[in-house]
Nanobody, 127 residues
Framework: QVQLGESGGGLVQVQTGGSLRLSCAAS?????????VGWFRQAPGKEREFVAA????????LYSEFVKGRFTISRDLSKNTVFLQMNSLKPEDTAVYLC?????????????????WGQGTQVTVSS
């Protein structure tokens, strides 16, 4: 069993243009022995959408078009943690952000290709 826990968001609101760094910590499995780790987000009434992913072994990354150039995904294998640095935040970035581990090789963008999920952390960007 793998357990993922996100942090870095919560009740604090960030103003437009601000920054946040989210963390995804794993227990039960090391990220180095996993496939990719992805970040998704889900706003009220909307489907879960892909944000970014990173391969644990080769450090390749992939971003959705709406965060490219603003968000950066990285990992620290010694801490078994994946990060999502979010800069130049916009109100439309408001959502619950979740991390998940992929079920196979590559950098999948569909939630169906991820198995273990964290509970999510709320990110709220005010205008």
């Amino acid at each position: 069993q793998v357990q993922l826990g996100e942090s870095g968001g919560g009740l604090v609101q960030v103003q437009t243009g601000g920054s946040l760094r989210l963390s995804c910590a794993a227990s039960g499995r090391t990220f180095s022995s996993s496939y990719a780790v992805g970040w998704f987000r889900q706003a009220p009434g909307k489907e879960r959408e892909f944000v970014a992913a990173i391969e644990s072994s080769r450090d390749r990354t992939l971003y959705s078009e709406f965060v490219k150039g603003r968000f950066t995904i990285s990992r620290d294998l010694s801490k078994n943690t994946v990060f999502l640095q979010m800069n130049s935040l916009k109100p439309e970035d408001t959502a619950v952000y979740l991390c998940a581990t992929a079920t196979g090789w590559g950098l999948p963008t569909s939630a169906h290709n991820y198995d273990y999920w964290g509970q999510g952390t709320q990110v709220t960007v005010s205008s």
